[in-house]
């Protein structure tokens, strides 16, 4: 038999083969990425609609951790923790604190027992990233032990949005594990596809610690596009009045564009650092450092020689 048929038969049959094989094992590889889901998700299926609720207490675990302990609970005055400090340090989570952080929540003692019991619990507000309260630095590295409890926290509830942005934020701006926290996000973003804060928080990465301008540019558009929510009967403008409207997407609005300002400084892109400025000012609650800013800008781009002139 001629060499070169053999060989092209022996090809042929070994396609058919592996096409064969290929078809036979993909419903088994799907059979065993859905059991893998399903087990990652056991105690989700579990509770069922009460791990929600036991997410929300491991994160709350979380943040009084995070204080050391000092810590109101749903007696005291909680104005100032409406909003988990370790969310709201993040920089993607809007703020809906009222008051100082170091509010006295407990209030006065109400007789001298209580006031001599004070001594014995934590009694002033601080963060465990800057020392606790003992404001011994060297102990900021004590942060991790919250980890677990955001794991755990993100495995009975994907959808909570903040447990991501807070893992995330801590894994590299405190422990410096940058893989990681991409890590995180990305499962974040398989679970709560174009999310916005999540976006944001994963072209914070490419900015700050990849330093890929390029890539962050790219990322923090396409959560600008993901914020808009299009709606073809509703014009442009309509949509962005209506959801300025709403206090934590008027607060990321602005900060993706602010990033996205920033990024087009850096670039040199004086006029497209302009237009962002423009479109960021539209949801910012103080305008005049920002309006100010936008004419320095203008008067840098008014000094910049024209193409013209320069040749």
């Known amino acids: 038999m001629n060499p070169a048929r053999t060989l092209w038969l022996l090809l042929v049959a070994l396609f058919v083969f ?27 299926l579990l509770l069922g609609d009460s791990s929600k609720i036991f997410a929300n207490s491991f994160f709350v675990k979380a943040d009084a951790y995070y204080h050391s302990g000092y810590y109101p609970t749903i007696f005291d005055n909680n104005s100032a923790f409406q909003t988990p400090h370790i969310a709201e340090d993040t920089g993607a989570v809007a703020s809906h604190n009222q008051g100082a952080e170091d509010i006295g929540f407990m209030g006065p003692p109400r007789d001298w027992i209580d006031a001599f019991g004070r001594n014995f619990i934590p ?7 800057e020392g606790g309260p003992t404001d011994d630095l060297s102990k900021s590295s ?21 447990t991501y942005l807070v893992t995330t934020f801590w894994l590299r701006t405190r422990l ?13 973003l398989r679970n709560n596809p174009g999310n916005p804060q999540l976006f944001f928080e994963l072209g914070q990465i490419y900015d700050e610690n990849y330093h890929d301008i390029a890539r962050a540019r790219n ?21 962005l009045k209506m959801t300025l409207e ?33 479109q960021a000012i539209l ?29």
């Open 18 to 44: 592996s096409f064969g094989l290929a078809a036979k094992l993909q419903p088994q590889f799907q059979s065993l990425e859905s059991t893998r889901r399903q087990s990652a998700n056991f105690f989700s």
């Open 123 to 129: 009694n002033r507000h601080t963060h465990l990233d």
């Open 142 to 162: 004590q942060v991790r032990e919250i980890l677990p409890w955001l794991k755990l926290s993100a495995e009975l509830d994907p959808e909570n949005i903040q």
């Open 176 to 188: 410096d594990k940058v893989s990681e926290a991409e890590q995180v996000l990305r499962e974040g």
């Open 219 to 239: 990322i923090w558009e396409a959560a600008l596009r993901s914020w808009a929510r299009e709606e073809p009967d509703v014009p442009q403008s309509d949509r």
């Open 246 to 278: 709403n206090f934590d997407d008027r607060f990321m609005f602005e900060q993706l564009q602010t990033s996205l300002a920033l990024l087009e400084e850096k670039s040199g892109n004086t006029a497209t650092a302009i237009a962002r400025w423009q």
């Open 283 to 311: 949801a910012a609650p103080s305008t005049a450092d920002m309006q100010q800013h936008i004419e320095d800008l203008k008067h840098k781009l008014a000094e910049q020689p024209s193409p013209a002139s320069s040749k």
